[in-house]
């Protein structure tokens, strides 16, 4: 890494995205709830100020060199089993894509919705739970990390609001936000690797908007968003244990202090301090 995380610079990496975000978004002129009525509300609602945002993430991270911790763990969760959770997730978004009337899209339309899963996926993704997540973990425990990260996720949410989606509903997303992005969290943990909860969280805003527009009936899969969440958040523990990576890097210093040099992956070395249950 070219720059040391530290925990300010997560907050300034969201507060910046989120700036950068609503900024374009209100250049385009288009109400939140016009995103994914029409492809050419799509493309200038959602789709141009998430390439904007895209861009500078991309850039940001290459600037800080956190491309390998945002993007991997070091050390995925030894408890396999909460994956259960994102499948169920991803199981749901493909009842939404199935229940939707795909002739109500035309070409435009339907690339504009790719363009918005990809978008939203890397996006969000790569900022909260890659770079905020990084800089979080410089100083915070796994469990803290998680929250804070979490509940940042879901609290950028509240400029939909400002771009004109109602205040109740907001609030609403705001807190189903939170839980599902643990979902999110889950897959990263448990995969080693955020790529795949880019892929999940895209097809799920996708399948989201898709069925919104033109459901083929009751889009009951949506309504199981809230259960999905409060799975996430009831299991969310499994993965946080044992993960810790302020302590794995102070037992770092630790060693290298001593001229022990870095533990070797696999040599059973014990974490001082560490009971093997993890901390929240």
């Not at 945002?70 to 909460?82: I, N, Y």
């Not at 990390?145 to 771009?163: P, Y």
Request: hydrophobic content about 55%; glycine content about 10%; overall charge positive.
């Amino acid at each position: 890494m070219r720059i040391q995380p530290r925990l300010w610079m997560g907050f300034l990496i969201w507060a910046g995205y989120v700036v950068v975000v609503f900024v374009v978004s209100a250049l385009m002129g288009v109400p939140y709830t016009r995103i994914g009525a029409s492809a050419g509300e799509t493309w200038r609602g959602a789709v141009v100020d998430l390439a904007v945002a895209a861009l500078l993430l991309a850039v940001t991270t290459s600037l800080l060199g956190w491309w390998r911790p945002a993007l991997f763990e070091r050390k995925p969760s030894r408890h396999v089993w909460p994956v259960f959770v994102p499948i169920l997730m991803a199981v749901v978004a493909l009842v939404n894509i199935l229940t939707t009337d795909w002739s109500k899209f035309d070409a435009s339309f339907l690339l504009a919705l790719v363009a918005l899963g990809v978008l939203v996926g890397f996006n969000e993704e790569l900022m909260t739970r890659g770079l905020v997540l990084t800089a979080f973990r410089s100083r915070l425990r796994e469990g803290w990390a998680w929250f804070l990260s979490s509940v940042l996720f879901g609290v950028m949410h509240l400029v939909n609001a400002a771009l004109g989606a109602p205040l109740g509903g907001t609030v609403a997303q705001v807190g189903l936000a939170f839980a599902s992005g643990t979902a999110f969290y889950i897959v990263r943990r448990v995969t080693g690797s955020l790529i795949w909860a880019m892929l999940l969280h895209g097809l799920w805003d996708v399948s989201v908007f898709a069925v919104g527009h033109a459901p083929l009936g009751v889009p009951f899969a949506t309504f199981l968003t809230p259960v999905i969440g409060i799975l996430a958040l009831a299991v969310v523990y499994w993965v946080i244990t044992g993960a810790d990576e302020k302590q794995d890097r102070e037992l770092a210093a630790r060693r290298a202090q001593d001229g022990r040099g870095p533990e070797v992956p696999g040599s059973g070395a014990a974490v001082p301090g560490s009971t093997g249950s993890g901390s929240v």
